[in-house]
């Protein structure tokens, strides 16, 4: 059995508890300029499905001259997907991709044994105000997985697929749900969306995964009797049939989970794996900064400034 703690035969079932598992409250950090909420990882869950990280950014408003400059770093063990809403982010890695994330479109990077890339707003987007308002989320990789090689893949908006019906506009962002399938390989058992529903709209979660929640962006939800306003992750116990309505103003939803993984993750700094000893070895990697010979480049557009490795 995949390693998930709400499987105890112990728990109650049915009518007997609430379907509502964890409401995570996501915790605020201002970055300089500009605010994110970070609801996962968490005090009461580390991971729903494979998703371990899971930031809201913003909305935040940059003056003109100003945006985000997240410096050159590495990840290992992991996969991302920086989904936005508003705005542009400039991504360069030591695979030599060199790519804008766009409102609507994926951007998917599997870290594997290791890869470094850096996220900007510079260039052009720097010309005028800009508005940026998204998510970035981190995927752990399966234990199989860990040591792929590092790979980049780019999906434009319209490659995507989009259900729409009943007050309900639903992108598939990742993975498989509701009969559709983003032309992606992924990893894990994954579904990640993003849902739209008009005043009063219902949209129920796919049954097909093992592990669900979801994510209120914008406007307020109700869920087994309760509401829940923007800001809040819900996670659902396995095997319920759950479905989620809008309030009277409308919401905006984040849809996530897949397959747990085999086992509980270890976190340093940007490293996911299932062991210290990984960590150990990636954090030496990084800090002996052999950017010619040793495990970690530097992208190569972008190779004039890197962020050091914490000390602890």
Not at 257 to 266: C, E, N, S
Request: glycine share 10%; with cysteine.
């Amino acid at each position: 059995m995949s390693w998930n703690p709400t499987l105890d035969p112990q728990v109650p079932i049915g009518d007997a508890v609430d379907s509502i598992e964890t409401v995570i409250v996501p915790r605020a950090r201002d970055l300089g300029g500009f605010e994110v909420r970070r609801a996962l990882p968490s005090a009461q869950r580390q991971m729903v499905g494979p998703f371990i990280f899971f930031d809201q950014i913003g909305p935040a408003e940059f003056l003109t001259g100003e945006g985000i400059d997240v410096r050159p770093h590495p990840h290992i063990g992991l996969g991302t997907v920086t989904y936005l809403m508003k705005g542009r982010l400039h991504h360069r890695d030591s695979l030599g991709t060199d790519q804008w994330i766009e409102p609507g479109a994926v951007n998917w990077m599997l870290a594997g044994q290791g890869i470094t890339h850096s996220e900007r707003t510079d260039g052009a987007a720097r010309k005028a105000p800009l508005s940026m308002f998204g998510l970035q989320t981190w995927l752990a990789l399966p234990d199989a997985a860990e040591d792929d090689p590092a790979s980049f893949a780019h999906l434009a908006r319209a490659e995507l697929p989009e259900l729409e019906g009943e007050g309900k506009q639903v992108r598939l962002i990742l993975g498989h749900a509701w009969g559709e399938r983003v032309p992606l390989q992924m990893p894990s058992d994954v579904f990640y969306a993003d849902a739209v529903l008009a005043p009063n709209a219902a949209i129920p979660l796919p049954d097909d995964h093992e592990d669900r929640g979801v994510y209120v962006l914008e406007g307020e939800v109700h869920c087994a009797g309760q509401s829940f306003e923007a800001g809040r992750m819900l996670v659902f116990r396995p095997g319920d049939r759950i479905s989620v309505r809008a309030g009277g103003a409308g919401a905006r939803l984040m849809l996530l989970g897949g397959a747990t993984m085999g086992g509980p993750r270890y976190i340093w700094w940007n490293f996911v794996a299932s062991s210290r000893d990984r960590i150990a070895a990636a954090k030496e990697a990084w800090r002996a900064g052999d950017w010619q010979h040793g495990r970690f480049q530097l992208p190569a557009s972008d190779a004039a400034e890197f962020i050091p490795a914490p000390e602890r």
